[in-house]
Structures are given as structure tokens and as C-alpha cells.
């Protein structure tokens, strides 16, 4: 039998109420397959923070890089600094495992509601491939007083590191400013990426969005990378959305669309549009993914911090990253069940959390879905 090693991180508020129901249905998966997931708990997140002022230690993140794989629930806290958790945990682990790829399935399931008029599961079946290291969310910045300063600012990464030395001299205002990298190396990984998941999944269109109107610099050399990639790819026609526009077509005829890959910040913003024409935040999972190394599944939504005990939030889209998890692990079998059960729950319409307008429980929507597993 088989046995995957799977670090867990309830995190904050719903997390772990959420987790708890992914764990029960993924050991209902893996009983059904035949193999074994053996489940570690950290206890990074609000509480530990504010107990010990630690985020994510060296001795931590070494005993994660041991893992298969990580399970997170979700991350952040009002008693925290807003940012503190997410910028200290999650994307340092993001960094520090380079998990260079979130990949976020934009599907809608038979039986959830759909905001969009006459669209339906058959128009509504995409990819976003999100690059998830660089852009401008690597966090190089500052804000200065009127007058004249000097900073060094530096990013390092696996694929390389750059330093800036900025002479700043303001005049009559303070101001702020955050600088954005796109590196030649990073942009080709992912945008390859996802032609070859154009490619493994019969698609033969990949879109590549970015706003080189306007951010001419770093968008313009993003396009170049998309035009020389895109050569070895003879089968897969490529074409390019500005960020703005992308957004008006999601809503029109995102029947077009079959895999969409982006730089980091508007891949961020059009994979919230996406998960609402999906059917909600409750049922859009992603995943942080290093093709070769340690990769993160979580639920792209929030922690909530105040339903946090009250058994009330919808867990499927915790579910559904679970399953993505199973795929990265090579358990494609089992991960397919998974979201299959997924959808006899929402089609059968019986059992519905508050969101999709029912008045069942998480652990319930849990239970169900491990269940209908075990069941078929």
C-alpha cells in the first residue's frame, strides 16, 4: 500500500472546522483506493503567533519540506495586524518552497446557481494559471518622507536574486511606491505550464492576460516570453486579454475560455470573478504548485473569523483542493472520485450548506460527501 506524508495547517477562524471535513473525506478516498495518508498537524496561525511571536520557524519550515504535500485551511485573524499572517506564513511559504504555479479550476458543478444569465456547468469549465512568485507581490517597496533618501531593496529567489539601490528625492509630498519583477526565467516556467496543460487536456487555445498598454515595460516583455513559448507549441493558438477586458468577458462568454494563464496580481483579481461565476467562494479551491517539490492546497476564500465554531461554513471548496492535492500525488483516480462526489452531493440538492441555500452543517456536507465516496 502506498502512503502519502501530508502536513496540515488548520490556520485561523473556519480553517480548521474546514480541514477537519477535507481529512474525513480524503481518508475515505484513500480507504476506497487502497493507500494511506499520513496526516502531520502544525499549529501555524493567530493563536500560535500571538503565543510565541513566531510565524513559521526555520525548524518548521524544514520539517514541512519532508512532506508530500500541504493542507491549508485558511489564514488570518482581526487580532493580528491586517497582513501579518498571510505575508508571514503563507506567502513565505509560497516563497520558500517556490511554489512557482497556483492553479485554480473555474468550473461550474451541476446543481449550484449561477449569477450569470443562460449560462450553465457547459459554459463555465476553465483554467486559470496563475504565476505565484514574482510580479508586483514581491513585496519590494517603501514610503518616504519629502526629502532625500537612499534604499536597498533586494529580492531573491531559486531562479535568481536582484538589487535595488534607489536614490529618492521627494519634493512637497510623501509618497509610496512598490516595485514589480518579472523575470525572464520565472515568466517561462509558468506560461509553459500551461500550454502543457492546454496540451494534456485536449485544449487547444491558451489565453495570456496582462495590461502591457499601459505597464509597457514589464507586460510587453511578459507577451515576448508568451510569443517564443507559445512556438513549441504548433496544435495550441495563444492569444492575448488585457486584464480590463478579461473581466467583461468572464461575464459574456466565458464559454470561451479554456486555459488563462496570468501574472501574479491579476491572476489574483480574476480568480475572484471566477470563483463567483462558479457558484461562490465556497466552492473554488486552489493550489500552490512546485512541480518538483512540496506543493500547497487550500480553499481560495478567507478564514471568517466569525463563524469560526459555529459548524456553518461550506467545506467543498476545501474538498475540491484535497482532490487537486490527490492529482499532484498521483492518486488522479482518487481525486476524480472525490470531486464526483462532490457533485451527486450538489446535484442530489439534499444536503446544503447556508451559502447554497441550506441550513445543513459543515461536518454534515462532511459527512456526506465521505459518504457518497465510500458508497460508490
Known amino acids: 500500500m502506498s502512503s502519502h506524508k501530508v502536513a496540515v495547517i488548520g490556520g485561523d477562524g473556519i480553517g480548521p472546522e474546514i480541514i477537519a471535513e477535507g481529512v474525513k473525506v480524503l ?11 499520513d496526516w502531520t498537524e502544525y499549529p501555524n496561525g493567530a493563536d ?21 504535500s500541504i493542507y491549508l485551511g485558511a489564514l488570518g485573524d482581526p487580532r493580528c495586524e491586517p497582513g501579518v499572517l498571510e505575508k508571514g506564513i503563507l506567502l513565505a511559504l509560497r516563497f520558500h518552497f517556490d511554489q512557482y504555479i497556483n492553479l ?55 531562479l535568481y536574486s536582484v538589487k535595488f539601490g534607489l536614490d529618492i528625492e521627494a519634493d512637497r509630498s510623501e509618497i509610496a511606491y512598490q516595485i514589480g519583477v518579472l523575470s525572464q526565467k520565472g515568466s517561462e516556467r509558468v506560461i509553459r505550464y500551461a500550454f502543457d496543460l492546454a496540451k494534456n487536456k485536449g485544449k487547444d487555445r491558451v489565453t495570456a492576460v496582462d495590461k502591457a498598454n499601459v ?47 496570468t501574472p501574479n496580481m491579476f491572476g489574483d483579481i480574476i480568480t475572484d470573478l471566477g470563483a463567483m461565476i462558479q457558484g461562490g467562494l465556497g466552492l473554488a479551491p486552489g493550489g500552490n504548485i512546485n512541480p518538483d517539490g512540496v506543493s500547497m492546497f487550500e ?67 462532511g459527512d456526506a460527501v465521505a459518504e457518497k465516496v465510500a458508497g460508490n
Open 27 to 37: 481518508d475515505a478516498v484513500a480507504d476506497k483506493f487502497n493507500f494511506n495518508i
Open 104 to 158: 485554480r479550476p473555474i468550473k461550474l458543478l451541476e446543481g449550484v446557481w449561477c449569477p450569470l444569465k443562460d449560462k450553465g456547468p457547459k459554459d463555465i469549465d476553465f483554467t486559470v494559471v496563475r504565476e505565484n512568485t514574482e510580479d508586483f507581490y514581491v513585496g519590494i517597496g517603501n514610503h518616504v518622507k519629502q526629502g532625500k533618501t537612499h534604499q536597498e531593496l533586494e529580492v531573491i529567489r531559486s
Open 48 to 68: 500560535h503567533y500571538l503565543e510565541t511571536g513566531e510565524l513559521v520557524s526555520e525548524d518548521t519550515l524544514a520539517a514541512l519540506g519532508k512532506a508530500d
Open 215 to 261: 505597464l509597457s515595460h514589464v507586460y510587453n516583455f511578459w507577451r515576448t516570453i508568451v510569443e517564443d513559448v507559445s512556438k513549441d507549441y504548433p496544435g495550441i493558438e495563444h492569444e492575448f486579454n488585457y486584464v480590463d477586458a478579461i473581466t467583461m468577458w468572464f461575464i459574456k462568454n466565458p464559454e470561451w475560455y479554456q486555459v488563462v494563464v
Open 299 to 365: 480553499p481560495i476564500h478567507g478564514s471568517a473569523p466569525k463563524y469560526k465554531g459555529l459548524d456553518r461554513a461550506n467545506p467543498l471548496a476545501t474538498i475540491w483542493a484535497g482532490a487537486m492535492m490527490l492529482d499532484e500525488l498521483g492518486e488522479e483516480k482518487a481525486g476524480e472520485a472525490a470531486v464526483n462526489a462532490i457533485q451527486e452531493i450538489l446535484s442530489e440538492g439534499k444536503v446544503k450548506t447556508k451559502d447554497l441555500g441550506g441550513q445543513n452543517t459543515c461536518s454534515e456536507m
